[in-house]
């Protein structure tokens, strides 16, 4: 199993992806072959947030030339990370059957990313 720190590259900023800020969903680049559940676990202990859901897309290398030499570009991947913005708390029974509340001890917003709010 990977590292979180090795599956998360960095984050991707770019206007659309700051508005989406708004929503809760943050934008990273990662790991190429990493998956959805081991990104959401990744995101999940690097920034102790809860991650609803992860949407991901795979790019390939474009082709690119300085005079005679042609190259390509890296491929790469970009996942979209909803967070909980708005973590309700849990309650459940104990042994008597009294009801108990416990709040989660999640964040809601990402600080370390790009300097966002």
Known sequence: MKLAED???RPYITEKSYEN???GKYTFIVDPKATKTEIKHAVEKLFNVKVLSVNTVNYKGKEKRLGVHVGRTSKWKKAIVK???NPQPVTYLDKEGKPVTV???YKTEIEEFG???
């Open 7 to 9: 599956i998360i590259i």
């Open 21 to 23: 800020m708004a929503q």
């Open 103 to 105: 709040a989660k001890k």
């Open 83 to 85: 967070i909980d913005t």
């Open 115 to 117: 300097g966002a709010q």
